[in-house]
Protein backbone atom coordinates (compact mmCIF):
# COMPACT_ATOMS: atom_id res chain seq x y z
CA UNK A 1 0.00 0.00 0.00
CA UNK A 2 1.26 3.35 -1.29
CA UNK A 3 1.89 5.85 1.92
CA UNK A 4 -0.62 8.66 1.59
CA UNK A 5 0.12 10.58 4.43
CA UNK A 6 2.14 13.50 2.65
CA UNK A 7 -0.59 15.14 0.21
CA UNK A 8 -3.84 15.27 -0.90
CA UNK A 9 -4.78 12.32 -3.66
CA UNK A 10 -7.70 12.20 -6.04
CA UNK A 11 -9.58 9.97 -3.38
CA UNK A 12 -9.02 12.22 -0.80
CA UNK A 13 -10.57 14.48 -3.02
CA UNK A 14 -13.86 12.54 -2.94
CA UNK A 15 -13.80 12.12 0.46
CA UNK A 16 -13.51 16.07 1.44
CA UNK A 17 -16.36 16.92 -0.86
CA UNK A 18 -18.67 14.37 0.94
CA UNK A 19 -17.78 15.99 4.41
CA UNK A 20 -15.23 12.93 5.51
CA UNK A 21 -12.34 15.58 7.06
CA UNK A 22 -12.01 14.18 10.36
CA UNK A 23 -11.64 10.72 9.82
CA UNK A 24 -8.86 11.81 6.54
CA UNK A 25 -7.01 14.16 9.18
CA UNK A 26 -6.46 11.66 11.66
CA UNK A 27 -5.00 9.58 8.69
CA UNK A 28 -2.75 12.38 6.80
CA UNK A 29 -1.18 13.27 10.61
CA UNK A 30 -0.45 9.67 11.79
CA UNK A 31 -3.29 9.70 14.12
CA UNK A 32 -5.15 6.87 12.91
CA UNK A 33 -4.30 4.02 10.13
CA UNK A 34 -6.54 3.93 6.75
CA UNK A 35 -8.73 1.13 6.54
CA UNK A 36 -7.74 -2.09 5.25
CA UNK A 37 -8.88 -2.45 2.02
CA UNK A 38 -6.84 -6.00 1.42
CA UNK A 39 -10.32 -7.67 2.19
CA UNK A 40 -12.19 -5.24 0.66
CA UNK A 41 -14.01 -7.66 -2.11
CA UNK A 42 -15.49 -4.66 -4.54
CA UNK A 43 -12.02 -2.88 -4.06
CA UNK A 44 -10.00 -5.64 -5.07
CA UNK A 45 -12.21 -6.95 -8.33
CA UNK A 46 -11.84 -2.93 -9.58
CA UNK A 47 -7.46 -3.54 -8.70
CA UNK A 48 -7.73 -7.20 -10.47
CA UNK A 49 -10.05 -5.64 -13.40
CA UNK A 50 -7.94 -2.65 -13.80
CA UNK A 51 -5.56 -3.90 -16.86
CA UNK A 52 -8.40 -5.59 -18.71
CA UNK A 53 -10.31 -2.44 -18.24
CA UNK A 54 -7.50 -0.48 -19.82
CA UNK A 55 -7.10 -3.08 -22.54
CA UNK A 56 -10.62 -2.49 -24.07
CA UNK A 57 -10.34 0.90 -23.90
CA UNK A 58 -6.86 1.19 -25.79
CA UNK A 59 -8.68 -1.49 -28.29
CA UNK A 60 -11.82 0.60 -28.68
CA UNK A 61 -9.75 3.75 -29.09
CA UNK A 62 -7.01 1.75 -31.40
CA UNK A 63 -4.60 3.40 -28.91
CA UNK A 64 -1.72 2.73 -26.73
CA UNK A 65 -2.52 3.41 -22.95
CA UNK A 66 0.16 3.16 -20.51
CA UNK A 67 -0.90 1.61 -17.21
CA UNK A 68 -0.11 3.63 -14.19
CA UNK A 69 0.53 7.60 -14.15
CA UNK A 70 1.89 9.27 -10.97
CA UNK A 71 1.47 13.32 -12.02
CA UNK A 72 4.87 14.94 -10.25
CA UNK A 73 3.60 16.16 -6.56
CA UNK A 74 2.74 19.93 -6.49
CA UNK A 75 2.86 21.45 -2.98
CA UNK A 76 0.34 19.15 -1.35
CA UNK A 77 -1.16 18.24 -4.60
CA UNK A 78 -0.54 14.47 -5.68
CA UNK A 79 -2.23 11.82 -8.51
CA UNK A 80 -1.79 8.24 -8.85
CA UNK A 81 -3.44 8.02 -11.95
CA UNK A 82 -4.68 4.58 -13.50
CA UNK A 83 -3.24 5.48 -16.73
CA UNK A 84 -2.44 7.93 -19.56
CA UNK A 85 -2.87 7.64 -23.47
CA UNK A 86 0.47 7.34 -25.28
CA UNK A 87 -0.19 7.96 -29.24
CA UNK A 88 -2.75 9.09 -31.58
CA UNK A 89 -5.18 11.62 -31.43
CA UNK A 90 -5.45 10.94 -27.44
CA UNK A 91 -2.14 10.81 -26.44
CA UNK A 92 -1.27 12.58 -22.88
CA UNK A 93 -5.38 11.79 -21.87
CA UNK A 94 -5.23 10.80 -18.41
CA UNK A 95 -7.57 7.69 -18.05
CA UNK A 96 -9.26 6.66 -14.55
CA UNK A 97 -10.52 2.71 -14.45
CA UNK A 98 -13.60 1.77 -12.11
CA UNK A 99 -15.55 -1.45 -11.97
CA UNK A 100 -19.51 -1.40 -10.95
CA UNK A 101 -22.55 -3.40 -10.43
CA UNK A 102 -23.77 -4.36 -13.56
CA UNK A 103 -27.64 -2.22 -12.92
CA UNK A 104 -25.65 0.83 -12.50
CA UNK A 105 -25.18 3.63 -15.17
CA UNK A 106 -22.31 5.87 -16.05
CA UNK A 107 -23.77 9.33 -15.41
CA UNK A 108 -23.98 7.93 -11.47
CA UNK A 109 -20.38 6.39 -11.60
CA UNK A 110 -19.00 10.28 -13.41
CA UNK A 111 -20.94 12.11 -10.57
CA UNK A 112 -19.48 9.53 -7.73
CA UNK A 113 -16.13 10.07 -8.84
CA UNK A 114 -16.20 13.61 -10.40
CA UNK A 115 -14.07 15.29 -7.62
CA UNK A 116 -11.25 12.44 -8.25
CA UNK A 117 -11.89 13.06 -11.50
CA UNK A 118 -11.58 16.92 -11.83
CA UNK A 119 -8.65 16.86 -8.73
CA UNK A 120 -6.29 14.72 -11.50
CA UNK A 121 -7.08 17.36 -14.38
CA UNK A 122 -6.74 20.26 -12.02
CA UNK A 123 -3.35 18.72 -10.87
CA UNK A 124 -2.14 18.05 -14.15
CA UNK A 125 -3.38 21.11 -16.05
CA UNK A 126 -5.25 19.03 -18.33
CA UNK A 127 -8.56 19.58 -20.20
CA UNK A 128 -10.05 15.72 -20.39
CA UNK A 129 -10.00 12.86 -18.92
CA UNK A 130 -11.01 9.19 -19.84
CA UNK A 131 -13.28 7.45 -17.16
CA UNK A 132 -13.55 3.71 -18.33
CA UNK A 133 -15.77 1.32 -16.87
CA UNK A 134 -16.64 -1.97 -16.51
CA UNK A 135 -20.19 -3.06 -15.87
CA UNK A 136 -20.54 -6.43 -13.52
CA UNK A 137 -19.06 -9.09 -15.99
CA UNK A 138 -20.59 -8.30 -19.57
CA UNK A 139 -20.80 -4.50 -20.59
CA UNK A 140 -17.50 -1.89 -20.56
CA UNK A 141 -17.77 1.88 -21.78
CA UNK A 142 -15.96 4.80 -21.54
CA UNK A 143 -16.20 8.44 -21.99
CA UNK A 144 -14.62 12.03 -22.05
CA UNK A 145 -15.20 14.15 -18.94
CA UNK A 146 -14.70 17.70 -19.51
CA UNK A 147 -12.54 20.00 -16.92
CA UNK A 148 -14.91 22.35 -14.97
CA UNK A 149 -12.59 25.38 -13.97
CA UNK A 150 -15.96 26.52 -11.07
CA UNK A 151 -15.82 23.20 -9.72
CA UNK A 152 -12.00 22.90 -9.55
CA UNK A 153 -11.61 26.78 -8.18
CA UNK A 154 -14.16 25.00 -5.06
CA UNK A 155 -11.95 21.73 -4.73
CA UNK A 156 -9.02 23.86 -4.84
CA UNK A 157 -10.09 25.98 -2.03
CA UNK A 158 -11.37 23.21 0.00
CA UNK A 159 -8.42 21.20 -0.72
CA UNK A 160 -5.94 23.85 0.71
CA UNK A 161 -8.20 24.43 3.91
CA UNK A 162 -7.98 21.16 4.81
CA UNK A 163 -3.89 20.74 4.50
CA UNK A 164 -3.48 23.86 6.48
CA UNK A 165 -5.20 22.00 9.03
CA UNK A 166 -2.89 18.96 8.71
CA UNK A 167 0.29 20.71 8.60
CA UNK A 168 -0.86 23.10 11.76
CA UNK A 169 -2.15 20.05 13.50
CA UNK A 170 -5.26 21.18 14.19
CA UNK A 171 -8.62 19.47 14.11
CA UNK A 172 -10.39 20.47 11.01
CA UNK A 173 -14.06 22.77 11.91
CA UNK A 174 -16.19 25.05 10.50
CA UNK A 175 -15.98 23.14 6.52
CA UNK A 176 -19.60 21.96 6.75
CA UNK A 177 -20.64 25.43 5.62
CA UNK A 178 -18.28 25.10 2.28
CA UNK A 179 -19.01 21.72 0.95
CA UNK A 180 -20.78 22.01 -2.44
CA UNK A 181 -23.79 20.17 -3.36
CA UNK A 182 -23.09 17.17 -5.28
CA UNK A 183 -22.84 17.60 -8.83
CA UNK A 184 -25.70 16.33 -11.02
CA UNK A 185 -25.76 16.60 -14.93
CA UNK A 186 -22.35 16.82 -15.68
CA UNK A 187 -21.08 17.27 -19.28
CA UNK A 188 -20.23 13.57 -20.67
CA UNK A 189 -18.34 13.45 -23.82
CA UNK A 190 -19.26 16.84 -24.16
CA UNK A 191 -23.03 16.75 -23.44
CA UNK A 192 -25.35 17.32 -20.55
CA UNK A 193 -29.18 16.30 -20.55
CA UNK A 194 -31.94 18.78 -20.49
CA UNK A 195 -35.18 19.14 -19.25
CA UNK A 196 -37.77 20.08 -21.40
CA UNK A 197 -41.16 20.38 -19.05
CA UNK A 198 -40.81 24.25 -19.47
CA UNK A 199 -40.60 24.47 -23.30
CA UNK A 200 -43.91 25.18 -25.02
CA UNK A 201 -43.87 23.30 -28.42
CA UNK A 202 -42.16 20.60 -26.74
CA UNK A 203 -45.18 19.68 -24.93
CA UNK A 204 -47.45 20.38 -27.65
CA UNK A 205 -45.52 17.91 -29.66
CA UNK A 206 -44.92 15.55 -26.77
CA UNK A 207 -49.02 15.35 -26.30
CA UNK A 208 -49.27 15.07 -29.93
CA UNK A 209 -46.79 12.02 -30.07
CA UNK A 210 -48.56 10.54 -26.98
CA UNK A 211 -52.11 10.76 -28.45
CA UNK A 212 -51.18 9.77 -31.70
CA UNK A 213 -48.75 6.18 -30.51
CA UNK A 214 -52.39 4.01 -30.91
CA UNK A 215 -52.98 4.92 -33.62
CA UNK A 216 -50.17 4.55 -35.57
CA UNK A 217 -49.64 1.33 -33.87
CA UNK A 218 -52.96 0.23 -34.91
CA UNK A 219 -52.04 1.51 -38.72
CA UNK A 220 -49.23 -0.50 -38.89
CA UNK A 221 -51.05 -3.51 -37.48
CA UNK A 222 -53.76 -2.97 -40.14
CA UNK A 223 -51.37 -2.97 -43.13
CA UNK A 224 -49.80 -6.13 -41.99
CA UNK A 225 -53.25 -7.99 -41.39
CA UNK A 226 -53.64 -6.68 -45.11
CA UNK A 227 -50.52 -7.68 -46.09
CA UNK A 228 -52.10 -11.30 -44.81
CA UNK A 229 -54.79 -11.36 -46.84
CA UNK A 230 -52.72 -11.85 -50.12
CA UNK A 231 -52.46 -14.80 -51.67
CA UNK A 232 -48.78 -16.50 -51.89
CA UNK A 233 -49.75 -16.85 -55.82
CA UNK A 234 -50.92 -13.05 -56.36
CA UNK A 235 -48.77 -10.36 -57.08
CA UNK A 236 -51.14 -7.90 -57.18
CA UNK A 237 -54.27 -6.96 -55.22
CA UNK A 238 -55.81 -4.37 -54.92
CA UNK A 239 -59.79 -3.18 -53.74
CA UNK A 240 -61.13 -0.33 -51.94
CA UNK A 241 -58.48 2.48 -53.06
CA UNK A 242 -55.72 -0.07 -51.14
CA UNK A 243 -52.83 -2.03 -53.64
CA UNK A 244 -50.84 -4.51 -52.37
CA UNK A 245 -47.85 -5.47 -54.73
CA UNK A 246 -45.32 -8.22 -54.85
CA UNK A 247 -41.87 -7.54 -56.34
CA UNK A 248 -38.89 -10.24 -57.65
CA UNK A 249 -37.85 -10.48 -53.82
CA UNK A 250 -41.23 -11.99 -52.66
CA UNK A 251 -41.72 -8.22 -50.34
CA UNK A 252 -44.87 -6.92 -50.12
CA UNK A 253 -46.01 -3.13 -50.57
CA UNK A 254 -48.98 -1.55 -49.76
CA UNK A 255 -50.23 1.68 -51.05
CA UNK A 256 -53.09 4.07 -51.87
CA UNK A 257 -54.55 4.50 -55.31
CA UNK A 258 -57.20 7.23 -56.04
CA UNK A 259 -57.00 8.73 -53.01
CA UNK A 260 -57.71 6.05 -51.03
CA UNK A 261 -61.65 6.04 -52.54
Same mark, same amino acid.
Given at each position: ?K??? &????GS? $?????? =????????????????????????? !?????T??????????????????????????????H?D &????????? &????????T #?? !????E???EY?Y????H????? /??? #?? #?L??I?GN????? $?????? *?? #???K?? /????????????????? =????E? *???????????????????????K?? $????N??? *???????E????? /????P??????E &?????????????????????G?
Amino acid at each position: MKDRK &GYVGGSD $ACRLMR =GDWLTLWEEKTGRKEPDDLSRKLNV !QIGIATEKLNLDFLSWELDCGVQHEYDVTQENFMMSHCD &GIITDGDHA &GILVEAKHT #YE !QNNFERVAEYYYPQLQHYMMHS /KTD #YI #YLSIIFGNNKHEH $ALIDAD *PA #YQQKLF /KLENAFWMFVETDTKPK =GFESEL *PNPPKNIPINGMTTRDMNDDGEWKVL $ANSYNTLK *PVAKEFDECKKTI /KGLVPDDCRKAE &GAGIVVTRNKRNILTIKEINNGE
